[in-house]
């Protein structure tokens, strides 16, 4: 967990605060993944997934949701887990299988998936690997409680 604050804190400092209206309730932000460090990818508990947090919340400054891109190499695995929070996946490149509550979905680049809360799903990449966009309506990603199967 160590690491991924630390990360966190590396990416709002590459974030830029966009002009603000003033009927906006926070300060819009842009950020460049390019920019951002990779997350994951040491932890056994998860699996060979890492990813990049693009758009989260703080006490300091708070957000409405979760934004990041997950990578993974051929046939490497996000584990099977469960949160409260529901989550979309977005394919952004490559391929490869999510499976939610024990039912296989392909996804590719422009395939979007819904993952209600709660449901349990885990990823595999295809041989090329696979990148995808997620996110979740919550003010922060430390907020949200992975329980992976295994360890359940």
Do not use: C, K
């Amino acid at each position: 967990m160590t690491d991924l604050l630390d990360s966190f804190a590396a990416e709002i400092g590459t974030a830029t605060p966009l002009h603000q209206a003033s009927n906006l309730p926070h300060a819009p932000l842009a950020v460049d993944a390019a920019h951002v460090p990779l997350s994951g990818g040491t932890d056994p508990t998860y699996g060979e997934v890492r990813w990049r947090t693009l758009i989260n919340g703080t006490p300091e400054a708070p957000r409405d949701l979760v934004l990041g891109l997950a990578e993974f190499g051929p046939g490497d695995r996000l584990l099977p887990h469960r949160h409260t929070p529901a989550e979309f996946y977005l394919g952004v490149q490559g391929s490869g299988t999510v499976t939610i509550d024990g039912v296989p979905h392909h996804i590719a680049p422009g395939i979007a998936l819904y993952i209600p809360g709660d449901a349990e799903h885990g990823t595999v990449a295809g041989p090329e690997g696979l990148r995808f966009a997620y996110g979740f309506a919550s003010a922060g990603f430390e907020s949200i409680e992975y329980r992976f199967t295994a360890s359940a």
